[in-house]
């Protein structure tokens, strides 16, 4: 059994909403994959019929193999899988430690605290009250508590939302620490840079369907298609003089789109090094995640202008 | 996954779960006891209660009870009220507050069973109760010389039948406060309205009135039970079948409404 998760058309619907709309993928174990999408897309909805906290109306999953819709295997899943919210979820008034033993006593293999409290970086923390902690703490408090029954499947709905940049980053390094501990993590985001710098796989959701799927790097096309190069115009040189035929001229920037970037390159820089002219601000740029993740979800964004107006 | 290791699994989770109901009360005690407002909101105000409305006015005597002393009455009003406050006011004010801030969608997701969860709840209520009953009757016995209950038995089961019933009605109305905002001048504005109406501070003249309206209330009700373990006036039996049963049936009502209403999600905005 190499695969941690399998959906297979997932239907779920709120009265005449569909918030899931015949949705389908697999999550191999040790894998990070990402849930991505606009507020509203059913990733959370996703993220709870998998974690059988909410029913569905159709289609088949398995999670760690079994069906988290059948009640006799709740207990055995909830015993493998971790949870981390998109509230944070912690009790105000008690200290790190006692939180995450109280937690740690409802699991049958839980980690040894001490190890999520260093894991998780509140080492100088253990005996501090959750209500003095940051608010980038307590969200690691938060995956902490995720993590404390040693799952072999971690959700993470939305985990670095409200968090600030540094906060963000130490966030990342635990999810990564902990996919290469062989923890399987299904994420949701609706931050390209994050999905960008941890899933290895990524499903775009929109309207409760998927737009999109495939690894990260390769989403939609994007490792093969077009690539921009841009430069400003050297001073004393038309953009005639180029070696290679310009796509746009803005102000002094030139703008070179080529699917042979390689020997386009070579020409442009050969030239430059020839005539010993700068190429100053020179950048080569491949459609970013985002561009892919604006272009797919575009449909979402121009209705929900429509319906705002 | 074979269905015989589950067979095996569900088998052994029956001591771990008694285990865990053990673990769990413990932190639910700490839970109550840190979070000082419940109990200050419990244990404090009856204890500030009574021994202030027993220093200024504990020795009149009402004739409407057959001439006891007001002291006598206030003792057995006040662990009725340490139940109340415990099991309904406090409960439905953490319960949503937990339910709010994503705690009880946290526990439900864990292996921690609803069973345990609510077991550990009703029972660390009693501990409150209890301790807090125990209090009571010494400052009522030793401060004003109010005597120990003629039957601890009558005693011990009205405080189980009151946590019962007023933690149910606790979760009820969790259920129907909609957020944390509310949740303390909802249940604290209907806990005190009802405290009035039932006489609490001021005893009720049997037949006035208000005694008939709150005949149908369960405060009252809760109050005569406590009061009738302690068995005045002389010859009377300790034990008020009628009012544990009005108690008891309000207490199935607010099942009932739980069972229907009750969410272990925060509401989205």
Redesign the interface.
């Known amino acids: 059994m190499t695969l941690a998760l399998r959906v297979d058309k997932l239907r779920k619907s709120y009265g005449n909403l569909k918030a899931i709309d015949d949705i389908s993928f697999d999550v191999e174990r040790g894998e990070i994959f990402a849930l991505l999408g606009p507020n509203g897309a059913g990733k959370t909805t996703c993220i709870e019929i998998l974690?059988?906290?909410l029913r569905r109306d159709g289609g088949a999953i398995e999670v760690l193999?079994?069906d988290p819709g059948e009640r006799?295997?709740l207990?055995?899943l909830?015993?493998r899988?971790g949870?981390v919210?998109?509230?944070?979820?912690?009790?105000s008034?008690?200290t790190v430690r006692?939180v995450l033993e109280?937690?740690a006593?409802?699991?049958?293999n839980p980690r040894p605290i001490d190890e999520v409290i260093e894991l998780v970086g509140l080492s100088e923390k253990g005996d501090a009250k959750v209500k003095r902690l940051s608010g980038g703490q307590q969200r690691r408090l938060d995956i902490g508590?995720g993590i404390v029954?040693n799952p072999e499947l971690l959700f993470l709905d939305e985990p670095t939302t409200g968090l600030d940049p540094a906060a963000r980053r130490t966030t990342w390094d635990l999810i990564r620490l902990l996919s290469s501990e062989g923890t399987t993590v299904l994420m949701s985001s609706h931050y390209m840079d994050e999905v960008e710098a941890l899933a290895h796989r990524v499903a775009v959701l929109s309207h409760g369907e998927i737009a999109a799927l495939g690894p990260t790097t390769s989403l939609g096309g994007r490792n093969e298609g077009e690539v921009t190069i841009r430069f400003l115009l050297p001073t004393g040189v038309a953009v005639t003089d180029l070696p290679i035929t310009s796509s746009r001229v803005d102000g002094d920037v030139v703008e070179v789109k080529t699917r042979d970037e390689v020997s386009t390159l070579h020409t442009l820089t050969g030239w430059a090094i020839d005539l010993d002219v700068a190429l100053a601000g020179l950048t080569v740029a491949r459609e970013t995640l985002e561009d892919i993740y604006l272009s797919l979800t575009r449909h979402d964004r121009e209705e929900s202008e429509t319906r705002s107006r | 996954m074979s269905s015989a290791t589950n067979d095996v699994t569900t088998r052994k989770y029956w001591l771990h779960d008694l285990r865990l109901v053990v673990h769990q009360v413990k932190y639910e005690q700490l839970f109550f006891w840190l979070n000082r407002v419940g109990a200050i909101f419990t244990v404090g105000f009856s204890v500030v209660f009574l021994v202030l409305l027993g220093a200024s006015a504990g020795n009149q005597r009402v004739a409407s009870l057959g001439g006891i002393r007001l002291v006598q009455y206030y003792v057995p009003g006040f662990i009725a009220y340490g139940v109340m406050a415990a099991g309904f006011t406090t409960l439905a004010i953490t319960l949503v507050v937990r339910r709010e801030t994503g705690l009880l969608k946290r526990l439900r997701l864990s292996p921690l069973p609803a069973w345990v969860l609510i077991a550990s709840i009703f029972i660390s209520t009693t501990i409150v109760a209890l301790v807090q009953t125990l209090v009571l009757l010494v400052i009522g016995r030793y401060g004003y010389h109010v005597n120990f209950p003629s039957s601890w038995f009558a005693l011990l089961i009205a405080l189980l039948v009151g946590i019962v019933s007023f933690s149910a009605m606790g979760v009820a109305i969790s259920a129907v406060v909609p957020n944390q905002e509310s949740a303390g001048p909802v249940t604290s504005i209907v806990f005190f309205v009802l405290l009035f109406l039932a006489g609490l501070w001021f005893p009720l003249p049997p037949g006035s009135g208000l005694a008939k309206f709150s005949n149908y209330l369960p405060v009252r009700h809760l109050m005569i039970a406590m009061d009738r373990s302690f068995q005045i006036p002389k010859g009377v039996s300790p034990w008020a079948w009628h009012d544990l049963l009005v108690v008891g049936l309000w207490g199935v009502g607010a099942t009932l409404i739980s069972l229907r209403r009750f969410r272990w999600s925060p509401r989205r905005t």
Not at chain 1, 105 to 108: Q, S
């Open positions: 974690e059988g906290f193999g079994v006799q295997h207990r055995w909830r015993d899988i949870v919210l998109q509230e944070l979820a912690v009790e008034f008690f006692q109280r937690n006593g409802f699991y049958p508590l029954g």
